[in-house]
């Protein structure tokens, strides 16, 4: 197993040499950022560095990021019904969310379970305007105030949803809006106000910084959720603790890189992505494209054998040296049907056969070519075990 292809950077992305310089940096200098001495002020620099990076990779204010330690603290701490505006306390009542929303979004949320309204999507995993327009005019009438949540691409099928149309619809009904940016900020160029969401949810491991750091990134950099944790005024006091600063410093040279090649390496992993479906789509016409013609990452394939178990794809192209993922997978590395691809009404035989092909950063032809050469070793065995079962 010398040749390895890595294709799950949905899952993580390897940290990229920048951003490994800067974690390095970080660990060797000595200093708490809160502390006034000269090394509490150099670690205090590293991080407003950082979070001018990070910022600039969504085109927000510095003052508006929140650094959390990863996508999923960045989605619990936005989705409370506790806010402050300047001095204005605002409440939300009710918490409207995607079915196909990641669970950080779905189980981390800090609503009470009666107050979360869970909207439907189509069979492409876009939501349903229709029944979030219904829902937010149900809840406007009734004098309740809604936090609307949905992401901006799904982890498990790349599909990009309608969010600035979402925003427009839910600002109209007074609506506060969150998106979970964690798969799209820097793969594509994502601006925070051209999306118009008020929080943005990211995280470094994804797109090539260090595990540990992620952030809520607010437009308004007046608009503060309760905290999670109590403690000190780290975060201008919206989240306590001593800053995990290599990973901060380590998010902030990953999320300049990615910057500064968002746009370019989206063409040139949207071409070995779609070199890769084409060839594979061709050769193995009983391979299923679970979403091809809707606006999707340009990362991301969501292929199914149907009656062949994901997991056993999944270990079949593992042995033979390409690390893809089962679409369904969770957590814990059980595979459970997926919520996203039940959601999308996706019959069972083939979600649970659903694997995921993940390209990133560090990803080139030869990653193509490899997983070509692995399909044509690996299939013709797995399809005659389905045929013999
Ligand atoms: N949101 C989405 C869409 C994700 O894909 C993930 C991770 O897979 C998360 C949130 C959680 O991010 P983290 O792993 O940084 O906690």
Excluded at 47 to 52: K, L
Excluded at 153 to 164: I, K, L, R
Excluded at 306 to 333: H, K
Aim: charged share 25%.
């Amino acid at each position: 197993m010398s040749e390895r292809t890595y294709l799950d950077h949905n899952a993580t992305s390897p940290v990229r040499p920048e951003a490994r310089a800067a974690l390095l940096d970080a660990l060797d200098a000595t200093g708490n950022g809160s502390s006034v001495h000269g090394e509490g002020r150099a670690t205090r620099s590293t991080i407003d560095t950082a979070r001018r990076r990070v910022a600039a990779l969504v085109g927000a204010d510095p003052r508006g990021v929140i650094f959390t330690a990863g996508g999923t603290e960045a989605d619990t701490l936005g989705l409370t019904p506790d806010y402050q505006c300047g001095e204005e306390a605002l409440t939300f009542d009710v918490l409207l969310v995607s079915a196909v929303e990641h669970a950080a979004v779905l189980r981390g949320h800090r609503f009470p379970a009666d107050r979360v309204e869970v909207l439907p999507v189509d069979a492409r995993g876009r939501v349903l305007l229709d029944a979030l327009d219904a829902a937010l005019e149900r809840h406007a009438g009734e004098g309740r105030r809604a936090l609307v949540s949905v992401m901006l691409a799904n982890n498990e099928t790349g599909v990009v949803q309608p969010v600035a149309e979402v925003a427009r619809r839910a600002h109209a009904h007074g609506a506060l809006v969150h998106t979970d940016a964690v798969q799209v900020a820097g793969r594509m160029p994502v601006s925070i106000s051209d999306v118009g969401v008020d929080l943005m949810s990211v995280s470094a491991h994804k797109l090539g910084g260090a595990p540990g750091a992620g952030a809520l990134i607010a437009a308004d950099p007046d608009l503060r959720p309760a905290p999670v944790f109590a403690g000190g005024g780290q975060e201008r006091g919206r989240r306590a603790g001593s800053e995990n600063v290599p990973a901060i410093a380590a998010f902030g040279a990953a999320a300049e890189c990615a910057a500064a090649c968002a746009e370019a390496d989206a063409m040139r992993i949207h071409a070995l992505r779609e070199r890769l479906e084409s060839a594979l789509r061709c050769e193995f016409p009983e391979l299923v494209l679970l979403v091809g013609d809707v606006d999707r990452l340009p990362n991301t394939s969501c292929l199914a054998l149907p009656g062949v178990p994901a997991e056993t794809v999944v270990i079949a192209l593992d042995l033979a040296g390409v690390a893809a993922s089962a679409g369904a997978a969770c957590s814990s590395g059980k595979v459970a049907a997926s919520h996203v691809l039940e959601a999308m009404g996706v019959p069972e035989r083939i979600a649970r056969s659903a694997i995921r092909l993940s390209f990133g950063w560090s990803s080139g032809e030869e990653d193509v070519d490899r997983t070509i050469g692995v399909f044509r070793r690996v299939v013709p065995g797995l399809l005659r075990r389905r045929a013999a079962a």
